[in-house]
């Protein structure tokens, strides 16, 4: 869709002339604190079934559990394992009540977890609890899977206990795993929300099958997770893990989103080095994807590198690009953001700015709401432009009514009937 630009851009002086290897999964099921990446890390480490997260099952090892929850300053000597971690989860010391959860979870048995979850559910899930809410389901995962599953299934309504359990089950048995997580798909048109898990638990030992499971999977916010999830993963290894591996997907639309993914990934680093790789790889889809926030983050760091790598983009990604640097400058200078996007729109006018002059008019409306109208015509909605116009209108009426209805007597004819008929029809009932 070919750009317009403005009409009446003389007006304000605006110028037009001027594979894959294994390591440990980071991605978290949902977002959490500090603890809950610890818990994973610990998660991570195969133990062969074990039920906690030391060498348990020995006897020196439940002694050692033992005496390190005697030393615990909040647990009290002869309570129950469930009254031990009601007194541990309200402890105001986060080591001292994490050492003392880890020495709870080495004393369990494994048919005492079902009551002791039950325990510290019942005392609420507060964001500061998800970390230890998730170490106990990873426990109890490493000692029977299929009992903490059917519990999970039972009283959560989410996927988070039920993804926590089976990433942890996946990382010993993918094969039980992966049968679970199948047969308690129940809506097979949609994405099946278990191989998220799943692909979790297995992807730090096996990137190829987990690769695998995430292909089969429909477009999705569940897929997106799993990809994240490998993204990750690959990311651990290094960035160019990451972009080998992101290049062996098969499905076009997976495969642009891998490379989005990706770029947004290396970018927190070296914006410069994702931009250069976008656009090698030459993929409208993914440019289009992060081209706004990758300009963002790289004019952060070099303005003009970032501006000149938005300026050399296909006209197909230009657009897109282009609204980041213009998110930037228009918070400091509305005048130097629409000069700097009317000379681009000029030179490309293959290329659709829709997105920069929404970006441009929201910034500048305040600081100057002539700039801001005079902008709303380059909009190729005609929808968008009555509403751009409605708000611009009402907000400058409010503060300045005489330099409102001068800018509208003197554009009427090119504006909205129902804009200017109903802003003078305001007028004169005022």
């Known amino acids: 869709m070919k750009s317009k630009l403005p ?3 003389s007006l304000w002086g605006v ?11 980071l991605s978290p099921a949902i977002e959490t604190t500090e603890t809950v990446q610890s818990a994973k890390s610990m998660r991570g480490e195969k133990s062969g079934g074990s039920g906690t997260f030391s060498d348990s099952g020995s006897v020196a090892s439940m002694a050692s559990a033992q005496a390190r929850l005697d030393a615990a300053p909040m647990v009290k000597k002869g309570s129950t394992p469930e009254e031990m971690v009601a007194d541990i989860a309200r402890y105001d010391d986060a080591i001292e009540r994490n050492n003392a959860l880890l020495a709870l979870i080495d004393s369990l048995a494994p048919e005492e977890f079902l009551s002791v979850v039950d325990a510290f559910r019942e005392l609420g899930i507060t964001q500061d609890r998800w970390g230890e809410y998730e170490m106990l389901l990873t426990a109890w995962a490493k000692v029977n899977p299929s009992e ?11 996927s988070f206990a039920r993804n926590t359990i089976l990433s942890t089950w996946a990382s010993t048995n993918p094969d039980a795993a992966i049968a679970w997580a199948e047969a308690n798909h129940e809506n097979k048109d949609e994405a099946n929300p278990w191989l998220v898990g799943v692909i979790e638990g297995i992807a ?10 995430m292909e089969t999977m429909p477009r999705s916010r569940e897929r997106g997770q799993a990809l994240n999830t490998l993204i990750q993963q690959m990311m651990m290894e290094s960035p160019e893990d990451a ?4 290049g062996t997907i098969q499905d076009e639309v997976l495969r642009s989103g891998a490379y989005a993914t990706t770029a947004e990934a290396i970018a ?3 914006p410069a080095e994702a931009a250069e790789w976008l656009t090698e790889l030459a993929d409208v889809e993914a440019l289009n994807r992060v081209g706004d926030d990758l300009a963002q983050t790289w004019y952060r760091e070099s303005p003009e590198d970032a501006t000149n790598w938005v300026t050399s983009l296909p006209a197909e990604a230009m657009g897109e690009a282009a609204e980041g640097i213009v998110d930037r400058v228009v918070r400091e200078d ?4 629409a000069e700097w996007l009317s000379q681009l729109a000029t030179a490309n006018p293959d290329a659709n700015f829709d997105g920069s002059i929404r970006e441009l008019v929201r ?44 800018w509208v007597q003197a554009n009427e004819q090119n504006l909205p009937e129902s804009i200017a008929r109903r802003f003078l029809n305001t007028q004169q009932q005022n």
């Open 148 to 158: 903490a599953l059917d519990y999970a299934s039972e009283n959560t309504s989410g």
């Open 15 to 25: 110028s037009l002339g001027a594979a894959f290897f294994a390591g440990k999964s």
């Open 7 to 9: 009409i009446y851009l």
């Open 243 to 246: 972009k080998a591996w992101a």
């Open 334 to 337: 509305p005048i130097q953001a």
């Open 268 to 270: 927190r680093k070296n």
């Open 363 to 406: 910034g500048s409306v305040r600081r100057d709401p002539e700039l801001a109208a005079t902008w709303v015509s380059g909009l190729s909605s005609n929808e968008d432009q009555t509403r751009y116009y409605h708000r611009i209108l009402s907000e400058w009426n409010n503060n300045d009514s005489a330099a409102a209805l001068n």
């Open 204 to 213: 730090p030992y096996d990137v190829a099958r987990a690769t695998g499971l």
